[in-house]
């Protein structure tokens, strides 16, 4: 790792996708070198910090709720979209809801788990006052959302990380 070029197999392998998905010509490589090496120093300024894992214990448990949710949403989305008769009733929507977490480890964590379940996806943060912006497809109590999302992973994520 030097200075010039701070994340060399990154850069090289965006080189070669951006040559993959282009056609090869001078022109290409040098945007492409070009490219991959804003986005080597970009990253070399992106380091979250380290993970202090306070009980591990609770981390297959943890995966163990999260692989159940995937399974359920992904049948009940299955079921509300796909094989129900003329689309039945639901009511997408946002919902805003706060978050005591603020590791931000912990954060990354709820953001791919609620975004890998189906039916939810992680719009916006705001750190500064914990605010989440989440769109959900079957939308029935803003307060049912909050709930859900504390007491089954919130609380999870700061035994683990805070």
Known sequence: MTRAVPHPVLSAVLVLMWLLLTSFSLGNLALGTVIALTAGWAVEHLHPPRPKFRRWSAIPLLMGIVARDILR??????????????????????????????????????????????????????????????????????????????????????????
């Open 73 to 162: 949403s992904n049948i009940a989305v299955a079921r509300v979209l796909l094989l129900g008769p003329n689309h039945p009733a639901y009511h997408s929507g946002f919902v805003e809801l706060q978050l005591r977490l603020r590791d931000p480890n912990a954060i990354a964590v709820l953001a791919i788990i609620l975004t890998a379940t189906p039916g939810t996806a992680w719009i916006e943060f705001e750190q500064e006052d914990g605010r989440l912006l989440l769109h959900v497809l079957d939308l029935r109590s803003e307060d049912d959302w909050q709930t859900l999302i504390r007491d089954r992973y919130e609380s999870l994520l700061m035994e683990i990380f805070e």
